[in-house]
């Protein structure tokens, strides 16, 4: 039934065009304030699996319950939700079609963000941001502080949120390995290391694109083990082990890619310096993370949610280029070269010195 009303109108004065802007500013207030709830409806509806069983010619939600085994009425309580924040498109019968926002939480086709989705609603990750209040008033990390330990040890022993995080991390910003790829130059017989390189794609997308280059993969046994390994390339080699105690030698050229962010400056100096320790002089070290601007308002406010993030579950932060020159600095680097800047990261070049 549609609600109808009938009123005269009455003028327009100042007083309500105060009112109405006043009314404007308390409904965003209240859409920031509930947008956990909106983190959560878009993780529940990933986890069941709603984006890939939606077809293109509009599905019936009653349907699509006995499909993915969820109950019909919170189905399409959850989805008609999500289409008011345009995520889906949801009718009066009850189907439901894919929009430009819901085809980027499929896993079958294109650009994905449904492992980002998931990992910011996974429960360790949620506890932690209810304990930002813990690292307000102590300046310390809140992950160890509400899950017992701290973030790295919590993935080796909860398998499931680990292959997430590895999901999460592999895809990432779509098309960011080629992006940073395309702007490092590499001769052929150098040979590129990339530490804490995960589970390699930023490696492969290097040797795809420079066939003479050899490559290896420099990172914890666990995150090692999870990947696919060399699989076949004679060019691509993998190594376990721990920046904090060493870096392998004999590389041309050392990439530290979304690394240097998760740790506060004392341990982020001495990743750095042990590089520098592998690193014979004029060899180069590539730093891929976000760079902020000095003003807030310059930034991109996602930016500025990372760098709370990376507080809340390493104790880390995002750094401003001035900040980079002077770990460099310390580290025994000569001062970054910005290769390339985007909105997402930005790709630093400095040399051993």
């Avoid at 009314?23 to 304030?33: D, F, S, T, Y």
């Avoid at 939600?61 to 109950?71: M, R």
């Avoid at 991390?169 to 040979?191: F, H, K």
């Avoid at 420099?218 to 390994?229: E, F, R, T």
Wanted: charged share 20%.
């Amino acid at each position: 039934m549609t609600i109808q009303t009938s009123f005269q109108a009455e003028p327009f004065t100042h007083e309500d065009a105060e009112t109405e802007a006043s009314a404007a500013g308390i409904r965003r207030m209240q859409e920031l304030i509930r947008g956990m709830a909106v983190t959560q409806m878009i993780a529940a509806a990933c986890e069941v699996g709603l984006p890939d069983a939606v077809d293109g010619e509009g599905t019936s939600l009653t349907s699509l319950s006995e499909h993915l085994k969820v109950h019909a009425d919170v189905l399409t309580r959850l989805a008609r939700a999500l289409s008011s924040f345009g995520i889906f498109e949801v009718d009066a019968d009850g189907s439901i079609r894919h929009n430009a926002s819901s085809r980027l939480l499929r896993t079958t086709t294109g650009p994905s963000l449904q492992a980002a989705a998931r990992f910011w609603a996974m429960p360790g990750i949620w506890r932690s941001w209810g304990a930002l209040s813990h690292s307000v008033d102590t300046g310390e990390e809140a992950f160890t502080h509400v899950n017992g330990q701290d973030f790295f040890s919590y993935m080796n022993g909860s398998p499931e949120e680990e292959a997430l995080y590895q999901r999460y991390m592999a895809s990432g910003y779509p098309g960011r390995y080629a992006a940073i790829a395309d702007v490092l130059t590499v001769a052929p017989g150098q040979r590129v290391i990339d530490v804490g390189g995960g589970t390699g794609s930023l490696a492969r997308t290097i040797l795809e694109r420079n066939p003479d280059v050899q490559a290896l993969v420099y990172d914890q046994a666990s995150v090692i083990s999870a990947g696919p390994g060399a699989s076949g390339n004679e060019r691509l080699s993998v190594r376990a082990g721990s920046f904090f105690d060493a870096v392998p030698t004999g590389g041309d050229l050392y990439i530290l890619s979304w690394i240097l962010h998760d740790w506060p400056d004392e341990p982020a100096e001495t990743i750095l310096r042990n590089c520098r320790r592998a690193m014979d002089p004029g060899a180069r070290l590539v730093v891929v993370d976000r760079v902020l601007q000095e003003a807030p308002q310059e930034c991109d406010p996602l930016d500025l949610v990372l760098d709370l993030q990376m507080l809340l579950l390493h104790g880390g932060r995002e750094r401003t280029l001035d900040d980079f020159e002077r770990l460099l600095g310390a580290a025994g680097f000569s001062a970054p070269q910005v290769l390339s800047a985007r909105p997402e990261f930005a790709v630093i070049q400095a040399c051993a010195v």
